[in-house]
């Protein structure tokens, strides 16, 4: 499902394609109607799913702007998360200038959270206990919130938050005024009890992980500033074989493929832009062997089917790690073997590691050479 059939805001479509997304994850796909339609929602899902959008776009989209009072409470187990889901909002949020996210969590300065406070937050994404630390000292006021999100739920159980977590709830409007949204990796019983006691008929959407692991497939990542310079290494190094290079956004695939072509690399591009004739002619020269690499968004490159690609890269990393691992798996395949590398920065080396945890599976780091 492409996020335009989801009947969202103009302005949050602009975000959505600045970030890259072409088409919801189905956390997202399955989720966020059913928040659009006001029902209170238990989702399960992996960490990796896409789950944070699922819940912000339908947050920012009940946003009311001109109230500047607290609206949204979104509690997470760490200042990390915290940190994470309030970064993801506002880039949501890119073209909502007259929304306001507050990230709350212990360690940092109160009295600096208190004068952010103060100034009109909508949202405020916190751990627990600084979200009580608030509620105790009357800074954090519950009067216009009709929105609660509890994210990872297991692990706020697992870390002994749920009695601040009852004592939140209890705090904010009860009923029909208030919708609550709980997603979490696994239901252990008191979870489902903090459910059955807090929501309204939820609505159970699940997520089942996929298989996550491709065992034919040699993966690798290669830590470099220039992208495009380590690719060309790569291109060179490796002399024959078919290759797919994944980007996020329809633009990106676009300025890569122009950047190859004037280096003189025989490269085609596949995305949601193209007519169906145009992506149908580049499929044939690249499976003819006339087009040796392929520059693709995740989207386009659902459909391909052949056999003998030798190598996938990532050349963007992608949103969720099961686009991570539909990439992969376009390589590997009918008993031969591939190669999947994925370029990043050291800012995004982070995001290697949440691969190689959620995936099982070792990334080795490359060296030019395979």
Known sequence: MKFEELNLDERILRAVEDMG?????????SAIPVIMDDRDVVGQAQTGTGKTAAYSIPVLEKIDPDLKKLQAVILCPTREL???????????????????????????????QIKSLKAGVQILVGTPGRVMDHMRRKTVKFDNVSMVV??????????????????????????????????????????????????????????????????????????????FEGLCRVLDIEDSGKYIIFCRTKKNVDDLQ????????MAGSLHGDMSQAQRDRVMRR?????????????VAARGIDIDDISHVINFDIPQDHESYVHRIGRTGRAGNTGTALTFC???ERKLVNDIQKLTGKKLNKANFTF
């Open 21 to 29: 997304f072409e088409e919801a994850s189905p956390i997202q796909a």
């Open 82 to 112: 915290a940190v994470q889901v309030a970064e993801e909002i506002r880039k949501l949020a890119k073209y909502m200038s007259d929304i306001k996210v507050l990230p709350v969590y212990g360690g940092q300065e109160i009295v600096r």
């Open 150 to 227: 509890l994210d990872e739920a297991d692990e706020m159980l697992d870390m002994g938050f749920i009695e601040d977590i009852e004592e939140i709830m209890s705090n904010v409007a009860q009923g029909e005024n208030r919708q609550t949204l709980l997603f979490s990796a696994t239901m252990p019983a008191p979870i489902e009890k903090l459910a059955r006691s807090y929501m309204h008929n939820p609505q159970k959407v699940m997520i089942s992980r996929e298989q996550l692991t491709v065992p034919s497939v040699d993966q690798l990542y290669f830590e470099t500033r220039d992208k």
């Open 258 to 265: 122009a950047s190859l072509q004037v280096r003189g690399y």
């Open 286 to 298: 690249f499976r003819e062997g006339k087009l040796e690499i392929l520059i693709a968004t995740d």
């Open 345 to 347: 920065s050291q800012e």
